[in-house]
């Protein structure tokens, strides 16, 4: 554990991982079998330990994006779980007026300038974030986070390129959780050691066990310093896994259902933390209950209050289409 | 012929009317940079952002590799980090590979996040045949005056080339500003002291009391030939130039065609599901009662643009063809 994070420091770790969970499955197994989330969710479960790991690596001022899977993003960045809720579930008090919804969450209070479901969007966007705080001087770097799918739109490429070429401070996250919806990384990707591609774009980058936070945290931290310091992109592939579907009608025919279970039962981020808080770092195991029976009800009453927040009224359908001229 | 200078106003080049905007903007505002293909060391391919590099700076100044996605998402991205990009995608048939950031991006943000994003960004493009033939000619401005959250220009005279250029650099919103490659190199007059146009204000750039002729960006001109060979057959036509069809100024168009009761839209877009389409509509639901002959529509015939000169002037809707729309709603 030497030059690694504390036992304080891994249970923080762990606390936000079970928050991203917990709140995840309190739409798979409640909100979302209720009827009371129209549309599309896609689900963070089994992926928490990158986006705890990476963004417990960046500062308050960063600028975070991601994508369609970006429930966990939103919350690790310190939006109220009850504002989250509220959005996935079309209410007013939603993070963006019930306009936006599960794909399209975003809180410029903490920088997180959003979750973009368009695969790849958020790289060229992210890049020109980057261009700015390079620009402006402002010491921000982005983060911006997209699946491996994403790595074969020609945003990446085009992103990429240029964000060496000019230098900008953009901390590029690939999680890699093996699917692009329902197409294996081995039958759409002809290059499969995806952090080698940085190596045509001169692009730092490293590759790491996106289910092992703290290897991930501390991956992070390099990534972003290198990303800080130099002013230069990076590209941190983190391999990993979605133990639930696609989004939440999946059939999951595309792949074995010993898959996921044998990935679960090895590989899940939550017990693997666990297991080393308890063995390694001798955290008794009745503080780690405790925990995650306080972090369930949270979760709980955050859902609950956004239950009880009303649908937004019609008239807001035609605000927010253009800023008002200054 | 250009017209003659007026006191107060001075003749310029289109393309100068454009690096004039750029130039009164940057030295205004240090937020705002361009960025774009060939813009920078080359100066534009017609030349609009030609001697920027020299005052402004390879940072304000930015040459990019062919990359319209990107040169398009990351203009939003810039704009989301409290810059004021004005980024060039050389013809606006390009704007196939740049449309995902403009419209799905740059338009819908601020919506989707319920008010907290402002894109305060300028996408400039041209428009318009020129022999290029089918992939560099199209006029395509009913592509974006279709998407809510984005504002849309089509200036067609060198003061609205810097005016509305200048107006679009200020608004806190994305504004696609469509040029016309067509007139880059012709002259015209725009005003020596310092103008901003403002959005959603069409121009009467003719009066008349025959027939209402509706245009914008270079067909605006045509228009203005149009009406002067008319009237010499004694039709005084009234020729309205939109300058910006997202805003449209619709009420001026209805005052006139409640004056006229005749009315002509005329564009260079191909004429099946062109924005005429939209001025007729709104003309026919409002004022139907004012209207004395069924409204007619002028616009490119329905095929890509060819190259050889005949064909091009044939499937291009021009002077002609508007003559005899107006002839034909009297």
Known sequence: ?326 | MPPKPEPGMREVAYALAVRTALTEEMRRDERVFVMGEDIAVYGGVYGATRGLLHEFGEKRVRDTPISEAAIAGMAAGAALGGLRPVAEIMYCDFLSIALDAIANNAAKLRYMSGGQLALPLVIRTSAGGHGYAAQHSQSLEAWVAHIPGLKVLTPGTCADARGLLKSAIRDPNPVVVIEHKALYETRGLMPAEERLEPLGVARVARAGDAVTLVSWSAMAGVCLEAAEELAREGIEVEVIDLRTLLPLDIETVLASVRKTGRLVVAHEAVQYGGFGGEVVAQLAERAWGHLKAPPLRVGSRFAPIPFAEPLESYVLAGKHDIMEAVRGVL
């Open chain 1, 1 to 326: 554990m030497a030059g690694g994070p504390s036992t304080e420091q891994l249970l923080g770790l762990y606390a936000d991982m079970l928050r991203v969970r917990f709140f995840e499955e309190k739409i798979d197994k409640e909100l979302f079998p209720a009827g009371l989330i129209r549309g599309l969710t896609h689900l963070y479960i089994g992926q928490e330990a990158t986006g705890v790991g990476v963004i417990r690596a960046l500062e308050p001022r960063d600028y975070v994006l991601t994508t369609h899977r970006g429930h966990g993003h939103c919350l690790l960045r310190g939006s109220p779980p009850a504002r989250i809720f509220a959005e996935i579930l079309g209410r007013r008090d939603g993070l963006c007026r019930g306009k936006g919804g599960s794909m399209h969450l975003c809180d410029t209070a903490t920088h997180f300038i959003g979750a973009n479901p368009i695969v790849g969007a958020d790289i060229p966007i992210g890049a020109g974030l980057a261009l700015a705080c390079k620009y402006l001087e402002n010491g921000r770097i982005v983060a911006a986070f997209f699946g491996e799918g994403a790595m074969n739109t020609g945003a990446f490429h085009e992103a990429s390129n240029l964000a060496s070429l000019w230098r900008l401070p953009l901390f590029m996250i690939c999680e890699n959780n093996r699917y692009a919806i329902s197409v294996s990384l081995e039958r759409s990707s002809a290059v499969t050691k995806l952090d080698e591609r940085a190596i045509c774009y001169d692009i730092w980058h490293e590759e790491v066990d996106g289910m092992r936070v703290r290897e991930v945290f501390e991956a992070a931290r390099r990534a972003a310093e290198v990303c800080r310091t130099h002013q230069q992109p990076v590209l941190l592939v983190c391999n990993t896994y979605r133990f639930a579907g696609h989004y939440s009608k999946d059939t999951l025919r595309y792949r074995p259902a010993e898959e996921a279970i044998e990935m679960f039962r090895e590989h899940d981020p939550i017990h693997l933390a666990e297991r080393e808080l308890a063995d390694s770092c001798e955290v008794p195991m009745d503080d780690l209950v405790a925990l995650r029976e306080r972090i369930r009800r949270e979760i709980d009453e955050a859902a609950e209050m956004a239950l009880r927040s009303e649908p937004p009224p019609e008239e807001w359908a035609l605000e927010d289409v253009y800023a008002p001229e200054a």
